[in-house]
């Protein structure tokens, strides 16, 4: 695709459900990243791919978030039981190999109520 | 573990001004360095990299060259324009693909 695309833009959800995020990279892209930006906040990195697997899940802030990718192309990234302090944008970026520039999507604007 | 220490904001200038915003790294290895721009209701875009020692990277009039002696790579433009108003974030990609960013600087420019 044109660029990378994230889905939803917006998601409301009440505390304890479960919310999944995804993320289409840009077409031929190896890398996949997954980025927290909570409000007045930096860049938390959380995880990212190689292909379809995950070197380093170090970046995750609990066990209730877990992200997979398959086919090399989509990535999803799902929280379960989700808690207020979740509250955040979610911001995924491609890339054509580690250590190369990343391409941002939009983001997900996760609101915990 | 990698860090990045980015000079805190915000900051405001005057159009014409000249700009500097610090950034210091720690990290294993060679990391490529990087600087990200978040312009208003935008998303983040590459401003300019760097991928080995006293390389320069530039873009737009901003400049930024990796120090591995100083572990920096400080952002610096001659002279600010009122567009270049955005959030600045200073970031690497270790060997291993781990990437980390710093917590970001907001300019604003005045006319």
């Known amino acids: 695709g044109a660029g990378v695309s994230q889905s939803p833009s917006n998601k409301v959800t009440e505390k304890g459900k479960d919310v999944e995020l995804r993320c289409d990279p840009i077409?031929?892209?190896?890398?996949l990243y997954w980025y927290r930006q909570s409000l007045g906040q930096g860049l938390e990195f959380l995880i990212y791919?190689?292909?379809?697997?995950?070197?380093?899940k170090s970046g995750l802030p609990s066990d209730r978030f877990s992200a997979e990718r398959t086919g090399g192309s989509v990535s999803t990234l799902t929280i379960q039981r989700t808690q207020q302090e979740d509250s955040a944008v979610y911001l995924c970026?491609?890339?054509?190999?580690?250590?190369?520039?990343?391409?941002f999507g939009a983001g997900t604007r996760l609101s915990v109520l | 573990g990698n860090s990045v220490t980015q000079m805190e904001g915000p900051v405001t200038l005057s159009e014409e001004a000249f700009l500097t915003i610090n950034c210091t790294y720690t990290?294993?290895?060679?990391?490529?360095l990087f600087w990200y721009v978040q312009y208003p209701g935008e998303g983040l875009q590459l401003l300019l990299k760097?991928?080995?020692?006293?390389d320069k990277g530039s873009n737009k009039g901003f400049e930024a060259t990796y120090r591995k002696e100083t572990t920096s790579f400080h952002l610096e433009k001659g002279s600010v324009q009122v567009s270049d108003s955005a959030v600045y974030f200073c970031?690497?990609?270790?060997?291993?693909?781990?990437?980390?960013f710093g917590d970001g600087t907001t300019l604003t420019v005045k006319p």
């Open positions: 791919f190689q292909g379809n697997s995950a070197p380093d």
């Open positions: 760097a991928t080995k020692a006293d």
């Open positions: 970026a491609s890339s054509l190999g580690t250590q190369n520039i990343q391409y």
């Open positions: 077409s031929g892209h190896t890398a």
């Open positions: 970031a690497l990609s270790d060997e291993e693909g781990k990437s980390t």
């Open positions: 990290a294993t290895g060679y990391p490529s």
